[in-house]
T-cell receptor
């Protein structure tokens, strides 16, 4: 069964600190993995997209890693800001198959406190 | 550039009333269109997707239906809402070559 598991479920950190969010998946065949940021009451917005051959990709203070062998990904946020408070969702695409082939994790809710 | 519009942003409806949520996409043609629901504390659940006009696929049995009367218009409907239909509904589109999915701003539906 295709699944995406994220941890932790929620996280509270102080402004300026770093944090790392985890995503484990059992999706086959794998196409790509995306990290989305979803502000409360808004639609998700893409942060990074990674294919099978990519190990690391950065987008400003966000750095995503992918280990296709262990089927794990992480999202590292550097020097957190209050505006980073949001839910971060890991989404894995199934290669081919039906058009409804995006497998979503339940997200990690990050709260950055001053 | 492509944009996606979803409305209304919030909606409070009594049990048993009908529902119609609309989503339109601009700046692209023949998009794949999706309706998702996000219950509190849970992940996004795919409800319907469409690869073309009049073509609707349902992922889960439910009290809702979807229609695509035009290429860039996707409508989520219900004849009689249930309390369990409350949630955050998101419309999304992506290109046919499995590119990134772009989401609308969402509709917060509360059934009372």
């Amino acid at each position: 069964k295709n699944q995406v598991e994220q941890s932790p479920q929620s996280l509270i950190i102080l402004e300026g600190k770093n944090c790392t969010l985890q995503c484990n998946y059992t999706v086959s065949p794998f196409s790509n993995l995306r990290w989305y940021k979803q502000d409360t009451g808004r639609g998700p917005v893409s942060l990074t997209i990674m294919t099978f051959s990519e190990n690391t990709k950065s987008n400003g203070r966000y750095t995503a890693t992918l280990d296709a062998d262990t089927k794990q990904s992480s999202l590292h946020i550097t020097a957190s800001q209050l505006s980073d408070s949001a839910s971060y969702i890991c989404v894995v695409s199934v290669y081919g198959g039906s058009q409804g082939n995006l497998i979503f994790g339940k997200g990690t809710k990050l709260s950055v406190k001053p | 550039s492509q944009t996606i519009h979803q409305w209304p942003a919030t909606l409070v409806q009594p049990v048993g009333s009908p529902l119609s949520l609309e989503c339109t996409v601009e700046g692209t043609s023949n998009p794949n269109l999706y309706w998702y629901r996000q219950a509190a504390g849970r992940g996004l659940q795919l409800l319907f997707y469409s690869v073309g006009i009049g073509q609707i696929s349902s992922e889960v049995p439910q009290n809702l239906s979807a229609s695509r009367p035009q290429d860039r218009q996707f409508i989520l409907s219900s004849k009689k809402l249930l309390l369990s239909d409350s949630g955050f509904y998101l419309c999304a589109w992506k290109g046919p070559l499995n590119t990134e999915a772009f989401f609308g701003q969402g509709t917060r539906l509360t059934v009372v």
